[in-house]
């Protein structure tokens, strides 16, 4: 079992940034494979950046190199640094792990929101 505990959401201007942090509590963090993705309202949820056990990263195309994900196996902690945050960027961002045996566990959520 893995409990995930996201922070660092909020409200923020168009052009500003923000860090998400999700601290997951369980063990073997540093094998399990960890992803940020996100939810508008009235759309799908949406992969936006994952980081492997072995470290391979892979951003979605709308990150257009704005977005810095990141892990640190000694804290059981991943963050998504954000900049040049748009309005559509504005979702609820999840963190995801997909464990070595392949479970999958969610946080609860964290709210970004950009205003114009």
């Known amino acids: 079992q893995v409990q995930l505990v996201e922070s660092g959401g909020g409200l923020v201007q168009t052009g500003g940034s923000l860090r998400l942090s999700c601290v997951a509590f369980?063990?073997?963090?540093?094998?399990?494979?960890i992803a940020w993705y996100r939810q508008a309202p009235g759309k799908q949820r949406e992969l936006v950046a994952s980081?492997?056990?072995?470290?391979?990263?892979n951003y979605a195309d709308f990150v257009q190199g704005r977005f810095t994900i990141s892990r640190n196996n000694a804290a059981n902690t991943v963050y998504l640094q954000m900049n040049s945050l748009k309005a559509e960027d504005t979702a609820v961002y999840y963190c995801?792990?997909?464990?070595?045996?392949?479970?999958?566990?969610w946080g609860q959520g964290t709210q970004v929101t950009v205003s114009s």
């Open positions: 980081v492997e056990s072995g470290g391979s990263i």
């Open positions: 369980g063990r073997s963090f540093a094998s399990h494979d």
């Open positions: 995801k792990v997909t464990t070595a045996w392949g479970l999958i566990f």
